[in-house]
T-cell receptor
Framework: KAGVTQTPRYLIKTRGQQVTLSCSPI?????VSWYQQTPGQGLQFLFE???????NKGNFPGRFSGRQFSNSRSEMNVSTLELGDSALYLC???????????FGPGTRLTVL | QKEVEQNSGPLSVPEGAIASLNCTYS??????FFWYRQYSGKSPELIMF????GDKEDGRFTAQLNKASQYVSLLIRDSQPSDSATYLC???????????FGPGTRLSVLP
């Protein structure tokens, strides 16, 4: 069974731009969670989607948004990028909410 | 605010020894706990999870949960240099809420 895939793997953007990251969960998994990982803050929860509905949201500004499609694929968008948004963005999928999560390889975003 | 605490390390153990990684949590309502291993430059990979008090074993790994003390641990027997990584502990309050991750403990197994 194929694992979680994320695209793109690397991104370089400049301040003020926006970016869209994509995540395809493991086949049959309907829950997708997004995390931001930085050396100083560790793994921070962004949001979780299940059956196209956002179930939980972390403490991030409204510039961070996401959505989930009917095939469970998910996207997250960051608008008006700031230098502090430079991080590894991880997507994790699970069969349902509350089940063990499996992480994708991540998208490393660098904001210049 | 729900928090999961871990000693950041590094924790150094000699090859073949038992590595003991510890995690405490503030939310008494947390039900399930997950251990992930993350190699440098890679994403976290699930090692095991536990939701009942006591021990749960999987190969060289044993997870221990003590809900009264709000304490979770991961024991790695016969540690190998390939076990050198950061170990993340995560707690889940209930099925309706999100995972809360600790900052991770860096483990170094010395050959």
């Amino acid at each position: 069974k194929a694992g979680v895939t994320q695209t793109p793997r690397y991104l370089i953007k400049t301040r003020g731009q926006q970016v869209t990251l994509s995540c395809s969960p493991i086949s049959g998994h309907r829950s997708v969670s997004w995390y931001q990982q930085t050396p100083g803050q560790g793994l921070q929860f962004l949001f979780e989607y299940f059956s196209e509905t956002q179930r939980n949201k972390g403490n991030f500004p409204g510039r961070f948004s996401g959505r989930q499609f009917s095939n469970s694929r998910s996207e997250m968008n960051v608008s008006t990028l700031e230098l502090g948004d430079s991080a590894l963005y991880l997507c994790a999928s699970s069969f349902s909410y509350g089940n063990e999560q499996f992480f994708g390889p991540g998208t490393r975003l660098t904001v210049l | 605010q729900k928090e999961v605490e871990q000693n950041s390390g590094p924790l150094s153990v000699p090859e073949g020894a038992i590595a003991s990684l510890n995690c405490t949590y503030s939310d008494r309502g947390s039900q399930s706990f997950f251990w992930y291993r993350q190699y440098s430059g890679k994403s976290p990979e699930l090692i095991m999870f536990i939701y009942s008090n006591g021990d749960k074993e999987d190969g060289r790994f044993t997870a221990q949960l003590n809900k009264a003390s709000q304490y979770v641990s991961l024991l790695i027997r016969d540690s190998q240099p390939s076990d050198s990584a950061t170990y993340l502990c995560a707690g889940l309050h209930n099925y309706g809420q999100n995972f809360v991750f600790g900052p991770g403990t860096r483990l170094s197994v010395l050959p």
